[in-house]
């Protein structure tokens, strides 16, 4: 499998659509978070973490299972999170017919792009990614940076008054 191109997307005006809220479902779902305001998840079953997100409105609920032709065109980008294998691979041709982005939780070579490990604050975002193979080396980094990033107090304000020194 090719390397993939790490690309930061604006999507603030995207509908994203999430099949799943399992515990993968909802892991990317909280990822998601932050950066989507038109976030749909779809599932006869709904977990705590996104039943509670929906109720403060961070995101819609529909409490259904796929059906075929329903993916809208125009939808932006697609995660196929179900517990079902053969339901991902349906909703994966559905968005390929339409041209819309899909991440297959069950087979990454179904997926147009990869999950990253995103650690954040404020305006630094910073995506982590193995090529899909090492989960693992994902997960340590992404710890590795947040506790950095997070943990150990970042200070981009002594950041910049050391990079004007320099000038």
């Given at each position: 499998m090719a390397k993939r191109f790490p690309m930061?997307?604006?999507l603030t005006d995207r509908e994203i659509h999430v099949y799943g809220a399992g515990r993968i479902g909802t892991r990317r779902v909280k990822a998601l978070l932050p950066f989507s305001p038109h976030l749909t998840?779809?599932?006869?079953?709904?977990?705590?973490?996104?039943?509670?997100?929906?109720?403060e409105g961070r995101l819609f609920v529909r409490r259904e299972s796929y059906e075929p032709g329903s993916i809208r065109s125009g939808t932006f980008m697609v995660l196929a999170a179900t517990s079902d294998c053969s339901v991902n691979e349906k909703i994966c041709r559905e968005c390929r017919e339409k041209g819309i982005l899909v991440n297959v939780c069950s087979d990454q070579e179904l997926c147009d792009f990869h999950f990253p490990g995103i650690?954040?604050?404020?305006?630094?975002?910073?995506?982590?990614?193995?090529?899909?193979k090492d989960h693992s080396l994902a997960k340590k980094w992404t710890d590795r940076i947040r506790r950095e990033v997070e943990e150990d107090g970042y200070d981009d304000q002594a950041e910049k008054a050391s990079d004007d020194s320099k000038s």
């Open positions: 930061f997307l604006d998840v779809h599932a006869p079953d709904i977990s705590g973490e996104i039943q509670k997100a929906a109720a650690v954040s604050r404020e305006e630094l975002v910073i995506g982590i990614n193995a090529g899909g």
